[in-house]
């Protein structure tokens, strides 16, 4: 919702002004900044399958509380739990995938290579597409 010009007209159709719309589009993007190193460590404890399924439910599920919101300050709110579920699923979805490479998951990891196109300048021919 946040890379849709539809949270800002949401937004101002709650009465929220420019600062706060900023305040509910940025608390996505701090939620994740504060709790992506502790979903990690959860998926550790907890499993990485079981946490990624409790992540993708949150994920899923969460959306829908876009329908109940009438104030700015249950969008917030939202907005919040939004980002709390993307904190969780994002880490802990790459940790998954690196963990059923194998091997070759270690090299050629999510975000090793800045994208396809560059890997060509910087890699040698055999492992510009992993």
């Known amino acids: 919702m946040a890379r849709t010009p539809v949270l800002a007209l949401f937004a101002a159709s709650l009465g929220a002004g420019p600062e706060a719309l900023g305040f509910a589009v940025a608390i996505y993007t701090i939620t994740g900044i504060f709790?992506?190193?502790p979903a990690g460590v959860l998926a550790d404890v907890l499993g990485k399958t079981r946490t990624l399924f409790i992540g993708l439910a949150c994920f899923a599920l969460i959306?829908?509380?876009?329908?109940?919101?009438?104030?700015?300050?249950?969008?917030?709110?939202?907005?919040?739990?939004?980002?709390?579920a993307t904190a969780i699923y994002g880490p802990v979805s790459m940790a998954v995938i690196v963990g059923m490479a194998g091997g070759a998951g270690r090299?050629?990891?999510?975000g090793s290579r800045p994208s396809p196109s560059s890997a060509i300048w910087w890699a040698p021919p055999w492992e510009a597409f992993c």
């Open 107 to 110: 090299k050629c990891s999510p």
């Open 63 to 84: 959306p829908f509380a876009y329908l109940a919101v009438s104030t700015y300050q249950a969008l917030v709110v939202v907005r919040f739990f939004h980002g709390f």
């Open 35 to 37: 709790f992506k190193m």
